[in-house]
């Protein structure tokens, strides 16, 4: 070492906040949801689909219904039995396309043996898909175009805005390739002209692609995949991975490892969880106020 030569020392990171973060996404819902009422004379509507009784699901749902209250939106919860036929859930799913006082349609995933989620999810009217999942919305995500964003890719964007990322020419990692988070957060990505590389199960060396990332985004459900070597240092990291444990939720990214090396980081829990919910209410608004100008 040379007298001009300083020791490695660690960086300081900053835990993202996606609690607090959230809270404000919902106070601009709860103002936009009382101008919509007060132009159209009644509030953004929700209903919620919900088939069998897997406990992880009912207590999703309840939550979504919660969030709505404390907003003000107005929601409906319709519940069936695990053995519901196709031809009920189609049927139902075609009543609330075609009421006017329904603005968004949630059909809680996934779906009992017998129903399958991905065709079942397709006849939803993609103005009222504030999931994001139809092929209509997803292909104009893809477009770069207006389209109602899945929630937690939406969620992620608001955290990367808000911790001051600049993505125009960075070089942005997502881990994972699903339709629900991997695939969206990199068309997402790239629409804010971030060079973007999605990985998977068979990336050859996976911590030399990672090890690129300014913005890293681990979304695969693999409990502390991630290491800190596997960050370059100051590199965002948004964990978008949620595993249960036996000491509760636990990310993609290793936290305590990756603490002092990345320069921002997202918890788990407290990250991109609550940004899920908010992006959600912010769709149904999104829904109803592009649904009452057509």
Partial sequence: MTETDTPNTAITTEVIDGKAIAAAVRKQVAERVVHFESARGRAPRLVTILVGDDPASHVYVNNKHKACAEVGIASEDERLPADTKPELLVRLIDELNHRDDVDGILLQLP?????????????????????GLTTANAGRVMQGR?????????????????????????????????????????????????????????????????????????????????????????????????????????????????????????????????????????????????????
């Fill in 111 to 131: 779906l009992p043996a017998g129903l399958d989620d991905d065709s079942m999810t397709e006849l939803i009217s993609p103005a009222k898909d504030v999931d």
């Fill in 146 to 294: 207006d389209a109602l964003v899945p929630c937690t890719p939406s969620g992620v964007m608001i955290l990367l805005e808000k911790v001051g990322a600049q993505l125009t020419g960075a070089e942005a990692v997502v881990v994972g390739r699903s339709n629900l988070v991997g695939k969206p957060v990199a068309s997402l990505l790239l629409a804010q002209n971030a060079t973007v590389t999605t990985c998977h199960s068979r990336t050859r060396d996976l911590a030399e692609v990672t090890r690129r990332a300014d913005v890293l985004v681990a979304c695969v459900g693999s409990p502390k995949l991630i290491s800190g070597d596997m960050v370059k240092p100051g590199a965002i990291v948004i964990d978008v991975g949620t595993t249960r444990g036996q000491n509760g939720l636990v990310g993609d990214v290793d936290f305590d490892n990756v603490h002092g090396v990345a320069g921002a980081v997202t918890p788990v829990p407290g990250g991109v969880g609550p940004m899920t919910i908010a992006c959600l209410l912010d769709n149904t608004v999104k829904a109803a106020e592009s649904r009452a100008d057509a």
